[in-house]
């Protein structure tokens, strides 16, 4: 999709793999790519009235949430900041965005039929929880949701996808830890996100603590 967008690719454009042999998430991570779950990545051109780049991860994980809520009704389905949706405690989906000047890249992975073992945090897949669409019909169903998010992240504003983001997300008072760049590790009380979309967390002697990059794990 990076090389497509080099060479004039349109906003809208999705691609889809059955399977992929150089899968990665944040940080360069192995992503496992067995046949039977989804692994899309769409193309976003940026305008200079449009909100923050990296605030399109909250389009994507609201867009995702409603998607799989669709084929999933009822289950306990939350989003965990910044780019990870959660089926109970254990990780469905993973949304990575890559920028190279006016095209933003999202890419997307859903377990859907299959998850990988041995990894430091759970992980799920729908599979295990009922019926799981097939990845061409889940493909459509995940596009329209992130062309309506986008349009109104793009038309009213972050505060808007925010406002859908925190309605989705790990409730207020959940406790969390975050491990930073630099490998520093911080735990505190999630209380919201800022207007900018960044994470603030309570930490135990009252101060605040504002989270623009890292992993989060529930505690």
């Known amino acids: 999709m990076l090389a497509l967008a080099a060479a004039g690719a349109g906003e809208g454009l999705w ?31 940026l305008r200079g009235s449009d909100p923050a780049a990296a605030t399109l991860a909250l389009v994507a994980a609201v867009a995702l949430e409603e ?31 890559e920028r190279a000047d006016d095209a933003v890249v999202v890419g997307i ?39 309506r998010w986008l349009s109104r992240w793009r038309g009213e504003g972050l505060a808007v996808i925010r406002d859908a983001w925190t309605a989705r997300a790990h409730p207020a008072g959940t406790a969390l830890a975050a491990s930073l760049p630099d490998g520093e590790r911080v735990e505190g009380i999630f209380e919201r996100l800022d207007a900018d979309g960044a994470l603030i967390l309570r930490l135990a002697d009252g101060r605040v603590r504002a989270i623009h990059a890292g992993d989060i794990f529930l505690i």
Do not use: C, M
């Open 109 to 147: 992975g859903v377990n859907l039929a299959h998850h990988p073992a041995g990894l430091d945090r759970p992980v799920t897949s729908l599979a295990q929880h009922g019926p799981a669409p097939d990845p061409a019909e889940f493909a459509p169903t995940l596009a329209d949701a992130f062309a």
């Open 15 to 45: 691609l889809r793999a059955d399977r992929q042999t150089g899968g990665r998430g944040r940080q360069g991570r192995v992503w496992q790519s067995p046949p039977g779950n989804f692994y899309g990545s769409t193309l976003v051109r």
């Open 67 to 97: 998607a799989v809520r669709i084929y999933a009704p009822g289950a306990d389905v939350a989003i965990k900041w910044p780019n990870d949706l959660l089926l109970g405690e254990a990780k469905l989906a993973g949304i990575l965005l």
